[in-house]
């Protein structure tokens, strides 16, 4: 037996599945399968349960997986410690993030990250959805939320502010807007509701239940694409907005909303060098990026 049978038992015992096992080890479902079985075979116990449903831990399994996570800790906190300051970065941080401050925030500073450190792999995930660091979706997250479980740690990296936006040009050709109820005059444009991920990107509600948007998507980029196509209004981080001269905002004293994000890494990857190094830098430059973004409401 040896570490590799443990990174296959890991892997599926977090995924539930097979095939999404092998994705996070670059593996077919096939190979991950073999793996679990030859393991499987040399403790002589079955460590998961089959069912169309997935992959459930055994009672055995359950006892591997505490001993299993106690021996990834310990590799993760020896190679912490060997791969000292003084040692040119190296491998993969993949880093979970909402599409907004991935593209935003995170794509400039990521480049200078790589050219900082050409011999580091790093992957920005840009999703909107959470990502869960216990079955190692991601090395960093930054979320909208703070986590309320789990072996995590996390600190506030900035509050940002939200406004209702649409362009000149649409503003111009449709009835004035004075107040939240003349927004039913107009086409609103937001998240489509069953498919918010957090509650704390649920605007629309807070700005009054009688508004309705009837242009949506799950994608606060094709939110943005429709508002400049002159799609209607919405609400828009103001670090996203500032980069375009054509939106201006609406009724911005009514319709203002602050945010934070968080930065979130599991507990056993917080002392790799490579994860403190991309974490301050990102931590750093997204203070910077939003604390200077700001603009006028005009």
């Known amino acids: 037996m040896n570490w590799d049978d443990f990174r296959y038992f890991l892997a599926v015992a977090r995924h539930g599945r097979l095939t999404e096992a092998g994705k996070q080890l670059g593996v077919d479902h096939a190979t991950a399968g073999r793996r679990i079985k030859s393991l499987e075979n040399s403790l002589g116990t079955n460590l998961f349960d089959r069912s169309p449903q997935g992959y459930q831990l055994t009672d055995a399994g359950q006892l591997l997986l505490d001993n299993a996570e106690a021996i990834e800790t310990s590799v993760i906190a020896a190679s912490a410690e060997i791969g000292g300051k003084?040692?040119?970065?190296?491998?993969?941080?993949?880093?979970?993030?909402p599409e907004g401050a991935a593209a935003y925030l995170l794509a400039d500073v990521a480049a200078d990250i790589c050219?900082?450190?050409?011999?580091?792999?790093?992957?920005?995930?840009?999703?909107?959805?959470?990502f869960s660091l216990s079955k190692r979706e991601a090395d960093i997250a930054i979320a909208v939320s703070a986590p309320t479980s789990g072996r995590l740690k996390y600190r506030k990296i900035s509050d940002y502010t939200l406004h209702m936006y649409g362009t000149k040009s649409y503003l111009a050709r449709h009835p004035e807007i004075n107040e939240i109820a003349d927004l039913k005059k107009i086409r609103g444009i937001g998240y489509v509701p069953e498919f918010i991920y957090d509650k704390?990107?649920?605007?629309i509600?807070?700005?009054?239940?009688?508004?309705?948007?009837?242009?949506?998507?799950?994608?606060v980029h094709v939110q943005l694409e429709a508002t400049l196509a002159d799609g209607g209004v919405c609400i828009l981080h103001d670090f996203m907005a500032a980069q375009y001269d054509q939106l201006v905002r609406v009724l911005p004293d009514e319709i203002s909303f602050t945010r934070s994000f968080w930065f979130i890494v599991h507990e056993d990857y917080a002392k790799l060098e490579r994860i403190r190094v991309v974490s301050d830098a990102i931590i750093q430059h997204m203070r910077k990026k939003i604390s200077g973004h700001g603009r006028d409401a005009n």
């Open 205 to 219: 509600p807070l700005v009054s239940p009688d508004i309705k948007p009837h242009l949506t998507s799950t994608s």
């Open 200 to 203: 704390e990107l649920d605007y």
């Open 115 to 130: 050219r900082a450190h050409p011999q580091l792999e790093l992957q920005i995930v840009a999703l909107p959805r959470t």
């Open 86 to 97: 003084g040692r040119v970065l190296s491998g993969t941080v993949r880093v979970g993030a």
